[in-house]
């Protein structure tokens, strides 16, 4: 099955910094990639996603790219603000009836005032 | 767009007691629906997905089990609950419009004493 590894396991940053959260997965047959974002006691909340016909995806601070050739992709968030601080999960799933997302096992980002 | 509803929003159960939760979906018609479970400051584990009624998949060998009784419903259950089983439970909803992108209720924070 897929197997999606995450670095670092925790990111502190100051406010204003940029953060970067980097996963590979290990089947190239995977084609979707979302990010999700928790916060604390919270319910995981997707933030952007990529699939495998886009290089890269932005969404005002927020911006995933992807190198298949590499099987890895990364979440850009530029403009850190305290309120980015919270758990994030990246995930990559087989193109397959079922949908399985395989999850990274999580960042816990911290911004700093 | 799809709504996700999950009760009990939290649950303390003695260990041995029995377990069920519910988790429902509303806006949408045969989704595929998802159980994972998130232990303290952990990952998402993918426990059960079903792609439709009374198709169920178990990913984690344990001792709950769960049941898909109509297309928006999905249950989780167990006979005779460990301390183990304490977590943050998560239904989750995906293959919609035939994509790939995963949706999360609001969960149940379960407490075995």
């Excluded at chain 2, 260990?15 to 979906?25: D, I, Q, R, W, Y």
């Amino acid at each position: 099955g897929e197997n999606v590894e995450q670095h670092p396991s925790t990111l502190s940053v100051q406010e204003g910094d940029s953060a970067v959260i980097k996963c590979t997965y290990s089947d190239s047959a995977s084609n979707y990639f979302p990010w999700y974002k928790q916060e604390l006691g919270k319910r995981p909340q997707l933030i952007i996603d990529i699939r495998s016909n886009v290089g890269e995806k932005k969404d005002q601070r927020i911006a995933v790219t992807l190198n298949k050739t590499a099987k890895h992709f990364s979440l850009h968030i530029t403009e850190t603000q305290p309120e980015d601080s919270a758990v994030y999960f990246c995930a990559a799933s087989l193109r397959s009836n079922d949908y399985k997302l395989s999850f990274g096992a999580g960042t816990t980002v911290t911004v700093r005032a | 767009s799809q709504t996700i509803h999950q009760w009990p929003a939290t649950l303390v159960q003695p260990v041995g007691s029995p377990l069920s939760l519910e988790c429902t979906v509303e806006g949408t018609s045969n989704p595929n629906l998802y159980w994972y479970r998130q232990a303290a400051g952990r990952g998402l584990q993918l426990l059960f997905y079903s792609v439709g009624i009374g198709q169920i998949s178990s990913e984690v060998p344990q001792n709950l089990s769960a049941s898909r009784p109509q297309d928006r419903q999905f249950i989780l259950s167990s006979k005779k609950l460990l301390l183990s089983d304490s977590g943050f439970y998560l239904c989750a909803a995906g293959g919609l419009g035939s994509t790939d992108t995963q949706y999360f209720g609001p969960g149940t924070r379960l407490t075995v004493l």
